[in-house]
């Protein structure tokens, strides 16, 4: 059990001792200064609040109440009635044990669906997509971590009316005797093309429009062709994937199309519970809980007058297979802010229709823009969009060229492999770190420096302790020793490894990978401490201190690796 559910444990058990009723809770909280303990409960000041009473009175009974014998050292009341709690060094040393892992999540069994990256397959991957492949897949990683069944549902678009115009190009290109997957070889330039034809060439258009609706009728001609563009650009981007190291492969590939059989049915449901309505030729859902600042309820429509189907369509039938052929019991949709109103539109109408049951958990979590060093969303020098590819190239080539160096030791193999972990990992920590929710500044020189809240700075603090077990001639994974808590330092470090568990809740709860980031940010820091004030291999240091101060290293790269793993990112033994 983490140190938090304990101590929340003895708290509540204390304060319905006191006859405070039982829902009110310790609310704890870790103290912001040492002086202030180590945890602090801030739940006397609402129940004395609730009660009518003195919150310093309430505070002194539960502590009069409260059983800590053995885990807390010092307890005291501040202020108008918080509850510093200091905990026993002993206790902290003991919890850690002498296993070379202090983690034992409390494992649960929800079954998560996790929609995540979706890209729209008419063009490559650029940018735009980035925020939302590395944030949920650390979410996937995180709840699988914590014992959780994750499907991993990558919505791509394949479907809607630029196919025409994609199919009409490619048969272009095979009519004048290229091959296929020559001319699918830049998919950004054959997008391009495509779109100029469209734009110049009447004929062209004509064409593509006419394929737009061969295409959804079944057309074999415009089927294969369709196929065809298809398959190149969704191994276009698992190969993004695979370099990413994100972990979405074919299997995870679930695409609009797959739901056009079943949209037909779906209309006609959501027409007979009355739900959706004739609207001049179209089909639409008026959600009045969506209303707006006039009254007016929101309108989603899901038919066109042309019989055409959209992106909500797709989304209420992808809503009602996930919810019962998968039988999620929480779903997970990352996607981009702007598209807020849609997510709300969608699972309102899903909930409405009875597609989703009340207790499965319909969640968006959204995030903002990456933004350019000039505070604008982020664009090549020439103002066209940023590649995905061009970015892990990049991102690889600088962190190279810092290895180098660095350390001019290492061979050309040795530095490719260091290169892509650390470029890798400089762009996802600094996508990670940030409050999910915000844009935030894409900066190269920011995100590869060794200082700070990065990942090189993390990934170095790692090689660091590897190489101390080098130095002492130490197997890590078989090192095992009690640990003894001497120094403020190591009482630092002990706690804060014993926080893993406590963390990896929070962000399985609020889906915020920043609060991982800083949890790991504030572990190498007090590892860096802690390495500067207590001496580990020096001769005079005594054996029982230096097992134990090697044990809190063990212990500090392992959840280190652990924890920039749940990030998608990599560690290396040296660098
Ligand atoms: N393909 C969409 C886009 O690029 C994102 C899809 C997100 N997932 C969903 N179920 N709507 O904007």
Redo the contacts with the bound molecule.
């Keep these: 059990m983490s140190i938090k559910n304990h101590l929340n444990q003895r708290l509540s058990a204390a304060m319905i001792a006191a006859g405070i009723p039982e829902d009110c809770q310790p609310i704890l909280a870790l103290s912001a200064r040492p002086q202030f303990g180590d945890y602090q409960a801030n739940g006397a000041m609402a129940a004395a609040k609730r009660l009518g009473v003195n919150p310093r009175a309430l505070a002194q009974q539960i502590v009069d109440q409260v059983d800590l014998k053995g885990i807390a050292e010092r307890i005291e009341i501040a202020g108008p009635g918080f509850i510093n709690l200091h905990l026993s060094r002993t206790f902290i040393g003991e919890q850690l044990g002498s296993s070379s892992d202090p983690v034992a999540c409390e494992r649960t069994a929800s079954k998560v669906v996790i ?1 995540y990256s ?3 397959l008419a063009k490559e991957m650029h940018v735009g997509h980035i925020r939302s492949t590395i944030i949920g897949d650390c979410l996937a990683r995180v709840l699988e971590y914590r014992g959780d069944r994750v499907i991993r549902q990558n ?1 791509m ?1 394949d479907w809607g009316t630029q196919f025409g115009m994609l199919i009409a190009e490619l048969e272009l290109h095979l009519g004048a005797g290229e091959r296929g997957d020559l001319a699918l070889n830049d998919l950004e330039k054959f997008y391009q093309q495509a779109k100029r034809h469209f734009d110049e060439d009447p004929d062209f258009a004509d064409r593509a429009r006419a394929y737009v609706v061969r295409l959804q009728s079944g057309d074999e001609h415009c089927l294969a062709l369709w196929q065809q563009f298809i398959a190149t650009s969704v191994a276009h981007n698992l190969e993004i994937y695979r370099r990413l190291n994100v972990g979405l492969s074919a299997e995870h590939v679930q695409p609009e199309s797959t739901y056009n059989s079943q949209l037909e049915a779906l209309v006609s449901k959501l027409t007979e519970c009355g739900l959706a309505v004739d609207d001049q030729g179209a089909k639409v859902i008026f959600l009045d809980d969506l209303a707006d600042k006039k009254g007016q309820p929101s309108a989603m429509i899901i038919r066109k007058s042309d019989g055409g189907f959209l992106y909500a369509t797709t ?1 209420l039938a ?1 809503l009602e297979y996930r919810a019962q052929t998968l039988a999620a019991d929480r779903i997970l ?1 990352f ?1 981009d802010a702007r ?1 807020a109103l849609h997510m709300k539109q969608v699972f309102s109408a899903g909930r409405k229709a009875g597609l989703v049951a009340a207790d499965v958990d319909l969640e968006h979590h959204a995030f903002g823009t990456m933004m350019g060093r000039d505070g604008k969303p982020f664009k090549t020098r020439d103002g066209g969009t940023v590649k995905l590819a061009s970015l892990i190239d990049e991102a690889e080539e600088r962190a190279g060229r810092l290895i180098r160096e660095k350390n001019p030791n290492l061979d050309d193999r040795q530095v490719a492999d260091i290169a892509r972990k650390l470029g890798i990992g400089a762009i996802k920590y600094a996508d990670l770190s940030k409050t999910r929710t915000t844009d935030y500044i894409f900066d190269w020189e920011a995100m590869l420096s060794f200082e700070g809240n990065t990942a090189p700075y993390l990934q170095y603090a790692y090689t660091r302790i590897c190489s101390i077990f080098r130095r002492a001639d130490v197997d890590r994974d078989a090192h095992a020793a009690p640990v003894i808590i001497g120094t403020d330092a190591e009482k630092s470090l002990a706690l804060k490894l014993l926080q893993f568990d406590e963390t990896i809740e929070q962000v399985a709860a609020e889906c915020y990978p920043h609060v991982l980031c800083t949890y790991l940010y504030d572990l190498a820091s007090a590892y860096m401490s802690f390495y500067e004030c207590c001496p580990i291999l020096k001769s005079d240091v005594r054996p029982e201190d230096r097992a134990s101060r090697l044990q809190l290293s063990a212990l500090s790269a392992t959840t280190l690796a652990r924890g920039l793993d749940l990030l998608g990112i990599e560690v290396m033994q040296q660098m």
């Design positions: 929609d979706s890209p729209n919505h678009g989304d992808a949709y996607i598209q």
